[in-house]
């Protein structure tokens, strides 16, 4: 048996959240543009959240923009899909299934393009949402007469162009536009290349006046781990649980964050379904938001793949299994990052409570996210998310942040690369990492002199934008560490480190 509209009723809703038909007749009020597993596991569970709350009472037209494929998976199932939550939350395991009713139709871009224009007609249509990825929302020179435009924001132009045509340009029929792309400012992105079309494409001044004012471009941010479609024996196995086959089944994390930024009372009017779950926040500014994911979140994970490799560990779940490691990050959050975190807007207990919420995520058994993949671009990471907290440390509290310093000494160890070609790949115990990082022909060359090594990597503005080594004791610590990381093992460094604290 398939999951579908017609079989909904010989499942058993004990197992797994079911829709009402009430849901499945709500009007379309989103359209959505792509289908990819963000989409699915965040936004869209959210309006699924909400009309299971009858609180948004509105499902979603989904975009097909890529060329390849169509809707037929989609179309089969009726556009239903399960999404199944697992993974731990406040320290609690959490597993919880259920079917996601808020996608109405699915249409290809290429193949039901007039179907999409249609659309713009119909008055409970409010909301945009997209997730095109991050060269989604770039500038193009579409013409937003061709069938369809190429680009995301061609795309998009055409569509509320055809919406101002079909409601006369009033105030009432602009939307609320809400980009999850990865990239800062998105709105504010999109909002300037769409004016910049609109003026390519010589629609008009009173077009271009009703796309600035009737419309509200909202930046966003979006954090949920969301891997997709489960390993064939966990998917067999849930199938056999629930009593039914799922091609568009999908999993994701318990932890889900979507920031919205707007002041505006008519948006919080139209994304009613932000009242339906703690995860989301329509708030004035994003930018705490922002600042706590990019310290405790995405800082933490870079300032420790360096340790968490040299210490043997493959997986975050692998190592955060370990006692050690576990008490070690949870430290450097709460001891080192969490403090210089704070400020007007963000509180001591906010930042300690992101803080709680990452160790749950590193300790998802359900996660395969490997230290490795975190060592992409380690520098430019560690530049940006993690050295400005140096700064900050040492305005607070005068004194070195060894745990940062143990991070960088491990870093300094990692980059000791052997080159072959325009090939970088480190040797750690005995295994070959491969290094995509645009500064490792300069740690290279440092490394040749292995007494200068760690005077010359901190002093380099060319990776740190600063000389580290004008930090009172930074670089004494950072070599005691580098140290004790060769003599005595990752493991061994640690269990002495907060051993010695502890005391």
């Known amino acids: ?18 829709p009402t038909d009430e849901i499945l007749a709500l009007p379309e009020k989103v359209i959505q543009f792509g289908t990819g597993v963000l989409l699915r596991g965040l936004p869209d ?16 037209l989904v975009v097909k923009s890529t060329a390849k494929g169509g809707a037929d998976a989609f179309s089969k199932q009726d556009n239903l899909y399960t999404l199944c939550v697992k993974g731990i939350e406040d320290g609690v395991n959490i597993k919880e299934n259920s079917i996601n009713s808020s996608i109405s139709r699915v249409l290809s871009a290429s193949q039901d393009w007039a179907e999409i224009l249609k659309a713009a007609h119909q008055p409970e249509m409010q909301v945009v949402i997209s997730n095109t990825t991050e060269v989604g929302i770039v500038k193009s020179e579409d013409k937003i007469t061709d069938n369809p435009p190429s680009s995301y924001p061609g795309k998009l132009l055409a569509f509320l162009h055809e ?43 009173d077009f271009e006046n009703w796309l600035k004012t009737a419309n509200h471009f909202c930046k966003t941010l979006v954090d949920r ?46 994304l009613s379904f932000a009242n339906a779950d703690k995860g989301i926040f329509i708030v004035p500014s994003i930018d705490k938001f922002k600042e706590l994911k990019l310290r405790l979140l995405n800082g933490t994970h870079t300032i420790s793949c360096g340790l968490a490799i040299l210490a043997g560990f493959n997986t975050v779940k692998e190592a955060m299994a370990n006692e050690e490691f576990a008490n070690h990050v949870l430290k450097l959050m709460k001891e080192e990052i969490a403090p210089v975190v704070e400020n007007e807007d963000i509180t001591r207990e906010e930042a300690v409570a992101f803080a709680e919420s990452v160790i749950d995520r590193f300790s998802n058994p359900s996660l395969e996210h490997q230290w490795q993949a975190i060592t992409l671009n380690y520098t430019s990471k560690l530049q940006m998310r993690n050295i400005p907290l140096i700064r900050r440390y040492y305005a607070l509290k005068n004194e070195v942040p060894q745990l940062t310093a143990l991070g960088v000494a491990a870093y300094i160890i990692f980059m000791n690369v052997n080159k072959d070609g325009e090939i970088y790949t480190a040797n750690v115990n005995g295994k070959l990492f491969p290094v995509d990082d645009e500064f490792a022909e300069i740690l290279y060359n440092y490394w040749k002199k292995p007494e200068t090594v760690i005077d010359n990597t901190l002093g380099d503005r060319r990776l740190w934008d600063k000389n580290l080594n004008n930090y009172p004791g930074f670089n004494e610590a950072v070599k005691s560490y580098v140290e004790l990381l060769q003599n005595k093992g990752a493991k061994e460094t640690l269990i002495n480190l907060h051993s010695e604290r502890a005391v």
């Open 1 to 18: 048996m398939i999951l579908n509209r017609e079989n909904l009723k010989n499942i058993d809703d004990r197992k797994v959240t079911k």
């Open 225 to 270: 781990i969301v891997p997709g479609k489960l390993p064939a024996t966990d998917q067999k196995a849930i199938e056999s649980e629930l009593g039914y086959e799922d091609e568009l089944m999908i999993m994701a994390e318990p932890f889900r964050l979507w920031a919205i930024e707007s002041a505006n009372a008519k948006v919080k009017e139209v």
């Open 163 to 205: 919406r101002y045509k079909a409601f006369n340009g009033s105030a009432e029929s602009g939307m609320v536009i809400i980009p999850t792309e990865l990239i800062s400012d998105n709105a504010d992105k999109l909002k300037e290349i769409l004016l910049d079309l609109a003026i390519q494409n010589k629609l008009g001044w």
């Open 45 to 60: 569970y959210f309006i699924d959240k909400a009309n299971q709350k009858g609180i948004f009472n509105g499902r979603i």
